[in-house]
């Protein structure tokens, strides 16, 4: 926390005609280049500072491979990179007051690549962090924080409307705390599935198709909170830790015998997070905990559609779930499952990760076009576009995320977004209905 | 230049709010406590003031049992304030003229040149904190005032008061003073959660004792009821088509456009 370090200029540097490291001379002998040799030395300060930082660490093993810039989703859209951030850095540059540092997605693919282990996942959010202490966030991002804290969602929607999209469900949905007895599944919900216009559509195919399965399950209703976590990565850490404790509180009220969520970011919160904060169990997103009931889904119908599937950056890369969702999509009859290039692993990110989803004005002065539109032209691409294809998707931030970008790609019309659970729902009921 | 902001919880409107059963005051049960508003913007304001002029700011709120005080005061803190102090000790929010009793007293061995507050609260309106304090401490007072500035030689400050049809007076007010803020220049800076837990954990918040008593406001809520909806509108229903051609069909039927939609 050493608010008084100025950022360094790149004009500092030094040329050395000797540079002693560790006791030995690298200089080389005078005649090796038919000159003398020049020894950069650059201020370490800023490089000091963020590897004293916790999760600030790998940064300085960095050596400038390059392997992180093909798979950098935002390197595709403009200047920024991963590599980059290193260089920076090591010339000066503590990222306090450059827009790079909000640009990172935290979607984890330079990790997968880099030889160094040199990990975003947790150098952004250390960085971040301090420049939250310092105020120093984008006022979009700010807004969101504080909706966070005042309401527990993004939106800053009432935590008692968290529970309004049952109304429209068809089936009967209960909330935990006036069950009074305990349930197999604790059913979290999530911000987007629970609030968003488009988000319920999910949330409401979701209880049909627990009620259909004959699943014991209940929500929290209006005690159940944002997981946090894309506050955790956009560097508010303590109100990560906030929403978290309010969660934990509801999870302890109530018995149940796991924990089943719709969002990627809260299964990874749930499971990767919440266990140092007090709070340990079993955790599925919800296409795992459908996968192995697969074959008692009633299908009554057969719904005829190209579709390609999105891998969220945290289940997929992040948390290894690649195939729970494809089990999903290949038993859904009538649909013809083809895969993009950048998928899996190598899946390309929407742009909504760590903070991302709060960014999109600042964003978007720093990117050619977002990346949630190039995700779109590559489902295009994939799928064509007569109108029978469907990017499917399995995680809240998508279904708006990428009806916009169809829109502004001019491909409205042309490709559908679908939640995987969506299209579980339309086959289940007889054609024509 | 000492400013001292005053503050006080009010009921989140983020939640709906419910009447209890007795029928004369807010079903506390799923309520939660925010800062007011009002005083939010006071606080930015002395935050500004003191960045633009140096000196210090002191936040005072009322300790009440209902809501958290002393995140507000870390929140403060957070913000930027250099000194907080708790006021009192109270079962619930007082009314005004117990509030403005209270600070009087704790104001006593405190620096203060500047004193600025909320102009207003959700939970009364009646706005009367800052010219019942001033009256008490015998200062000039000037309320729903904007665009404070301190005279070059900080003695005095102008504020302007906006009045209907666009008419704005300047003020010139004496130090020390008592300002009711109805808005700030900038929105109130975030405070950032991770910031208000560590000062929640480390920050000294001090505490005054005031002895209170003295003449209430001598007003009884008797009955509080929601407003009830009047039968006078219509409200249109259904899909983003239907509502929009019915409200073709209400501009056509009134003569304000030509056919209905399409």
Known sequence: MSKELPVIKVDQVNELEHAVVDGIDISGHWNRMFSQRAISDYPTEAMDWVTSLAGGESLRDCYQCGKCVPVCPVQHVGDYGPRKLNAKVLRGNNLLDDPDLWLCTTCGNCYRVCPKEVDPLRIMPAIREQAVLEGKIPDELSDVFRNLQKSGNPMGESPRKRIDWVAEAGVDVPVISQLGRPVDVLWYVSDYTSYHPRGKDAARAMARVLTALGVDFAILGPEERSDGDSARLAGESGLFELLAEQNIKAFSKYEFQRLVVMDPHAYNAFKNHYPRLGWAGEVLHYTQFLAPLVDDIEFRSSVELDVTYHDPCYLGRNNGEYDAPRRLLQAIPGIRLVEMPHTKSNGYCCGGGGGGMWLDGFVADHVSERLSERRVREAVATVGMDGSGVLSVACPYEPSRFEDAVKSTGNDGRLDVRDIVELIDQAMQPSGS | ?262
């Not at chain 2, 913007?41 to 002029?53: F, G, I, K, S, T």
């Not at chain 2, 405190?110 to 309106?125: F, K, N, S």
């Open chain 2, 1 to 262: 230049m000492d400013y001292v902001v005053l503050l006080k919880q009010v009921p989140d409107l983020a939640e709906e709010l419910e009447i209890d059963s007795a029928g004369t005051g807010l079903d506390r049960e799923w309520m939660s406590y925010v800062a007011s508003e009002w005083d939010e913007y006071a606080l930015e304001e002395a935050l500004q003031l003191r960045e633009a002029n140096g000196g210090t700011v002191t936040c005072l709120a009322l300790g009440v049992a209902t809501g958290d005080v002393d995140e507000v005061l870390a929140t403060c803190l957070a913000r930027g304030a250099d000194r907080v102090v708790k006021v009192g000790s109270f079962d619930e929010s007082p009314d005004s003229h117990a509030a403005a009793a209270a600070f009087a007293e704790a104001l006593e061995p405190i620096p203060h040149d500047l004193i600025l507050t909320g102009v207003q609260a959700i939970d009364d309106l009646d706005g009367q904190v800052g010219p019942l304090l001033a009256a008490r401490r015998g200062m000039p007072h000037l309320s729903v005032v904007t665009h404070i500035a301190v005279s070059g030689d900080g003695r005095s400050v102008t504020a302007h008061q906006e009045y209907a049809g666009g008419v704005v007076g300047e003020f010139e007010v004496d130090l020390p003073a008592v300002l009711g803020v109805q808005s700030s220049r900038e929105a109130p800076r975030y405070a950032p959660v991770s910031r208000v837990r560590q000062l929640l954990k480390t920050a000294t918040i001090e505490t005054v004792d005031v002895a209170g008593g003295g003449p209430r406001s001598g007003l009884v809520v008797e009955s509080m009821s929601v407003p009830e909806t009047g039968a006078a509108a219509e409200m249109i229903a259904g899909n983003a088509q239907a509502i929009a051609e019915r409200i073709a069909e209400l501009l056509a039927e009134r003569g304000i456009t030509g056919g209905a939609a399409r």
